[in-house]
């Protein structure tokens, strides 16, 4: 398996602009997790999805942000409008809900707001 | 509120020198992770704790778990320039529902 997959790996855009990252979680995983990695916040979850279900956002920052999971094997995590404390670097894992493992994460991606 | 709290946050080591890491937790959990992260690179999973008095070894580290303590330790013994990274424990709250502590930075110097 390759993984926990995210695209793009890095995303420079202006402030304003509407930014959308992407991941595709390991084959067969029923959790999937975001978080946001900051130096001053450090690591923070934002949503968790089981089953493609969204179970707790409570982490979701503000109402600019949204995630979606339309099927297993695919989610999104939404910026609109996106602004300079945004950046960060965004982090999505997934994991066997039930199972007596970890949850494995991707190579995260850089979203810089200028 | 959850707190998730490591000690030290930096930590800077002389080769060959044995260290401990400490995480302290406020919730009721039996179940633990530790993770390694290199600069600029994701977490890699190096321990998965699953019961009170779960020890687990790995090469230089082990980590441990107390959970009537709510105390997790991860100790590094005779430490090597290549254990450099940053280590972050999370407590496993629900389902998988992980929450991070806020890392240990650490440093093996020559």
């Not at chain 1, 979606?68 to 989610?75: G, I, L, T, W, Y």
């Not at chain 1, 960060?88 to 997934?94: D, E, G, L, P, T």
């Not at chain 2, 009537?68 to 450099?84: C, E, G, N, P, Y």
Request: proline share 4%.
């Amino acid at each position: 398996d390759a993984g926990v997959i995210q695209s793009p790996r890095h995303e420079v855009t202006e402030m304003g602009q509407e930014v959308t990252l992407r991941c595709k979680p390991i084959s067969g995983h029923n959790s999937l997790f975001w978080y946001r990695q900051t130096m001053m916040r450090g690591l923070e979850l934002l949503i968790y999805f089981n089953n493609n279900v969204p179970i707790d956002d409570s982490g979701m920052p503000e109402d600019r942000f949204s995630a979606k999971m339309p099927n297993a094997s695919f989610s999104t995590l939404k910026i609109q409008p996106s602004e300079p404390r945004d950046s960060a670097v965004y982090f999505c894992a997934s994991s066997l809900q039930g199972a007596i493992t970890e949850a494995f994460f991707g190579q995260g991606t850089r979203l810089t707001v200028v | 509120e959850l707190k998730v709290e490591q000690n030290p946050l930096f930590l800077s080591m002389q080769e060959g020198k044995n260290y401990t890491i400490y995480c302290n937790y406020s919730t009721t959990s039996d179940r633990l992770y530790w993770y390694r992260q290199d600069p600029g690179k994701s977490l890699e999973s190096l321990f998965v704790l699953l019961s009170n008095g779960a020890v687990k070894q790995e090469g230089r580290l082990m980590a441990s778990l107390d959970t009537k303590a709510r105390l997790s330790t991860l100790h590094i013994t005779a430490a090597v320039h290549d254990l450099s990274a940053t280590y972050f424990c999370a407590v496993d709250i629900s389902h998988n529902d992980m929450r991070f502590g806020a890392g240990t930075r650490l440093t093996v110097k020559p």
